[in-house]
């Protein structure tokens, strides 16, 4: 298995993961708290060692793994879901070619660490901070991220932060996989490879 692989599947699963819970919110309005505190504990460790390390243990970004290996493996899901990422994906690249809004974002988050810290990651007032966050800074970027969902809980402000505030976790991911040298390509090229190492992961 190539190395390069097994590292972009991570970011790859660390994105699905975001995505999986911001669907599910949006049509239930309720989360799994573990997969969703992963997901935004790994937007403050901007200078982490590893890819592994961004995540903390396996355990918490397997959810993810196995939500990208039903996708890799073309196995029955949810079709918002690929639409979703891509966006995403798509987002990233503006983001990070504009320095601005990196830099503020970067800025917030320093702001954001300590009470993240203090209350938890998962904390309504984490949550509102995380979501106002990315309102403020990469909402504004094109094009948007649409998320779809049941309109009665989409017009929540709780769950409309807290979507808001994994969507930042999603953009931290595709920016990892993008700094790991995933491309497009890896999607048309290296769909047999990274189901290899997504499966390695798992095993």
Do not use: C
Request: net charge neutral.
């Amino acid at each position: 298995m190539s190395n390069r692989y097994s590292d972009r599947v991570l970011a790859l699963a660390g994105l699905a993961q975001a995505l999986h819970q911001v669907r599910r919110i949006a049509e239930t309005g309720q989360s799994e708290s573990s997969a969703v505190q992963a997901s935004l504990e790994s937007v403050f460790r901007i200078d982490a060692a590893s890819p592994m390390a961004v995540y903390g243990r396996l355990g918490d970004i397997t959810p993810g793994l196995r939500v990208l290996r039903g996708y890799l493996a073309k196995e029955a899901g949810d079709d918002a879901l690929p639409r979703l990422a891509m966006s995403v994906l798509q987002l990233e690249r503006r983001f990070v070619s504009d320095d601005d809004t990196v830099h503020a974002v970067v800025r917030g988050l320093n702001e954001i660490a300590p009470r993240a810290e203090q209350q938890g990651s998962t904390h309504p007032d984490t949550l509102s901070a995380l979501g106002g966050l990315y309102a403020d800074t990469i909402s504004h970027l094109r094009p948007r991220v649409m998320v779809q969902g049941n309109p009665h809980y989409l017009g929540q402000p709780g769950v409309v932060a807290e979507i808001r505030a994994i969507l930042l976790a999603a953009v931290r991911s595709a920016v990892l996989w993008r700094q790991l040298g995933g491309s497009m390509w890896d999607f048309l090229l290296g769909r047999r490879q990274m189901l290899d190492a997504v499966n390695a992961w798992l095993d």
